[in-house]
C-alpha cells in the first residue's frame, strides 16, 4: 500500500511539473521559454523544498506514531532568534571604563573604581552621557577614581562611558586583493589588536568613522594597522584611534550545539507530557506554539535579529550554491547548500525507519499501542524519541532558513511552517491515524507542496489563496486515507469469508 501512494505522489509530481513547464512558456510548446525551468526558480524551489522538508521528515517521525506537532513553526523561529543571539558580535574600547559622576564646576569624571590603562596626558572619549555631549578630552590628573581634564565640561551628569583615544601618526593608501582602496595607519602606542577588530577615526569637527582591520603590526612605540576600506579623509594629526576588540557569546560550533540541544531538550518535554502526564499531543504542541513565540519576541524585545558580519560568512550555508554549470551566457545554476543537508537527513532517517528495529517500533505503536506493549515495546520511550527527532530537526530547519533569510523578525517568522510541514507528510503518505509513513513519500510531498506555491507565483494566481491550497491538500490527503484504509478493509473482510 506504501509503495502505491509513493507511486501515486510521485505522479502527481511529474504531472505537476509538466503541466509548469507547458503553462509558463510561450508559445505552450516551446518548453525552452519555460519559466519555471529558469535556472533562478529551479534554484528557488530546490531551496525551498529543501528547508521545509526537513520539517516535514520530522513531524512524519510524529505523525507515524498517531501524533502532532503544531509547534514547529514557533520552535523554526526561537531557533532562528537563539542562533543570532549566541553569534552575537559586540566591539568594545580597548581601554574602556564606565563614568559614573560627571562634574562640570571642577572638570572632573569619577570612575567606579581606581583608573587604570590611562596616564597622564593621554586623550580620552566621553560618550554616552544622558545630558552631556560627546567630547574628546586631555588628562591633566588621576587621583584614585577621579579624572580631573583640562577642558572644560559643558555640565554635570550621571553617567557615561570614557574610552582611551591614541594619536594617528601617519597614515598611507594601499591595494590589495579583496580590498581596492584600503588604508595603512600607523597609531601611536602598543595595542593589542587582532584581524577582524576594529578601529574608530575620531575627529573634533569631521565626525566619526569605524573600519575592520584586516592586519596589525606591532611596534615598540606605535601600532600599525591595515583598515579594509579607506576611511575617505585626508587623516592628520587631529584624528585619533580608539581600538575596538571583538567579543562574541560563543564560537560557531558551541552556538549550534546549545540551539540543537535547547530544542532537543523541548521536544523531550512535549514527549514527557504526552507519555507522563496522559495530555493531547494537540494541546501540548499548540501551547508550545505559543510559548516560544513569546518567548522569541521578548528575547529580541520584538526587534528583528539579523547576523551582523556573517550575512557573508556563515549565512552562505543557508543561502549559497554548489554551481554545477555556467552557459555561454554567463548564467550560472548550482544546487543550494540546504538540498545537501535534506539529502544526508533524509537518508539517515529512511535506514532508521524501515532497516532499525527502532524504526520497527515507530510503525508498531502507531498502529497499536496497545499491542505494542503488550509486544515489549516501550512505547514511552519511542514516543518519546519521536518528538526529540522533531525538535531537533525543526532546529535545523529553522538555523537554515533564518542563515538563509539573513535577518529574522520574530512576531512572523516560521508563521504557519507547521501547516506546510504536516501538509507535506500527509501528502507523502504519512496517515493521520499513525503507524503509515515513508521518508521518500515525504520529501516529494514537500516538493509538490512548493510546486504547488511556485505554481501560484508563475501563473499569477492571488496570492491569498495559497492556505486555502495547503488546507484543501491536507483535506485531500485525509480524505484519499480514509477511502485507502475502508478499501484494504473491505479486501481483508472478503478474503477472510472466502
Known amino acids: 500500500m506504501m509503495k502505491a501512494k509513493i507511486l501515486g505522489i510521485f505522479g502527481l ?6 503541466f509548469m513547464t507547458l503553462m509558463t512558456s510561450d508559445p505552450w510548446y516551446n518548453i525552452s521559454t519555460s519559466k519555471f525551468l529558469l535556472a533562478g526558480n529551479i534554484q528557488n524551489l530546490l531551496s525551498r523544498t529543501a528547508m521545509y522538508g526537513i520539517l516535514s ?57 581606581a583608573v587604570t590603562g590611562i596616564t597622564v596626558g593621554d586623550r580620552i572619549r566621553y560618550s554616552g552621557g544622558r545630558r552631556a555631549p560627546t567630547q574628546l578630552l586631555t588628562v591633566r590628573s588621576i587621583d584614585g577614581p577621579t579624572i580631573t581634564v583640562e577642558e572644560d565640561l559643558s555640565r554635570d551628569d550621571t553617567q557615561g562611558t570614557i574610552a582611551l583615544a591614541a594619536t594617528v601618526k601617519a597614515v598611507e593608501r594601499f591595494e590589495e586583493e579583496g580590498s581596492e582602496h584600503g588604508a595603512k595607519i600607523v597609531v601611536a602606542g602598543r595595542h593589542d589588536l587582532q584581524i577582524r577588530d ?6 573634533p569637527t569631521s565626525g566619526i568613522k569605524t573600519e575592520q582591520i584586516t592586519r596589525v603590526e606591532v611596534s615598540m612605540e606605535s601600532t600599525t594597522v591595515y583598515l579594509r576600506n579607506d576611511p575617505g579623509e585626508r587623516l592628520t594629526a587631529d584624528w585619533l584611534a580608539i581600538p575596538l576588540k571583538r567579543h562574541q557569546r560563543m ?19 512535549h514527549g514527557l507530557l504526552v507519555t507522563r502526564v496522559r495530555l493531547q499531543p494537540f494541546v501540548v504542541t499548540l501551547c508550545g506554539l505559543l510559548i516560544y513565540r513569546g518567548l522569541s519576541r521578548w528575547l529580541t524585545d520584538d526587534n528583528a535579529a539579523g547576523f551582523g558580519e556573517y550575512s557573508d560568512t556563515l549565512c552562505q550555508v543557508g543561502s549559497g550554491l554548489l554551481i554545477v554549470y555556467t552557459n ?60 526529540v527527532v522533531c525538535a531537533v530537526l525543526a532546529a535545523v530547519g529553522g538555523m537554515l532558513s533564518a542563515l538563509n533569510s539573513v535577518t529574522i523578525s520574530p512576531s512572523s517568522y516560521g508563521n504557519f511552517f507547521e501547516l506546510y510541514a504536516i501538509a507535506a507528510a500527509v501528502l507523502g503518505g504519512c496517515s493521520l491515524r499513525g503507524g503509515e509513513g515513508s521518508i521518500v513519500g515525504v520529501i516529494i510531498g514537500t516538493a509538490v507542496m512548493q510546486i504547488l506555491n511556485n505554481l501560484i507565483m508563475l501563473l499569477k494566481i492571488s496570492g491569498t489563496l495559497e492556505y486555502a491550497i495547503i488546507g484543501s491538500v491536507i483535506l485531500a490527503g485525509v480524505i484519499a486515507d480514509e477511502i485507502v484504509k475502508r478499501i484494504a478493509a473491505e479486501r481483508r473482510l472478503r478474503q477472510r469469508l472466502q
Request: charged share 5%; glycine share 8%; net charge negative.
Open 13 to 18: 509530481f511529474v504531472v505537476l511539473c509538466v
Open 57 to 113: 521528515v520530522g513531524v512524519a517521525f510524529v505523525i507515524i506514531t498517531s501524533g502532532i506537532d503544531l509547534s514547529i513553526g514557533s520552535l523554526v523561529c526561537m531557533s532562528g532568534v537563539l542562533l543570532a543571539m549566541f553569534l552575537h558580535v559586540e566591539y568594545q574600547p580597548a581601554v574602556s571604563s564606565t563614568v559614573t559622576q560627571v562634574s562640570a564646576d571642577s572638570n572632573q569624571l569619577t570612575l567606579p573604581n
Open 198 to 203: 576594529q578601529l574608530t577615526l575620531v575627529h
Open 251 to 269: 564560537p560557531i560550533p558551541l552556538a549550534l550545539s546549545f540551539v540543537l540541544l535547547i530544542a532537543g531538550a523541548l521536544g523531550l518535554v
Open 328 to 387: 555561454a551566457a554567463g548564467e550560472t545554476f548550482g544546487i543550494p547548500y540546504p538540498f545537501f543537508f535534506l539529502a544526508a537527513i533524509g537518508t539517515v532517517a529512511a535506514i532508521f525507519l524501515n532497516r532499525t528495529i527502532w524504526g520497527r517500533y515507530l510503525l508498531a505503536l502507531g498502529r497499536n499501542e496497545e499491542a505494542a506493549r503488550f509486544s515489549g515495546v516501550n512505547t514511552g520511550n519511542v514516543t518519546l524519541l519521536a518528538y
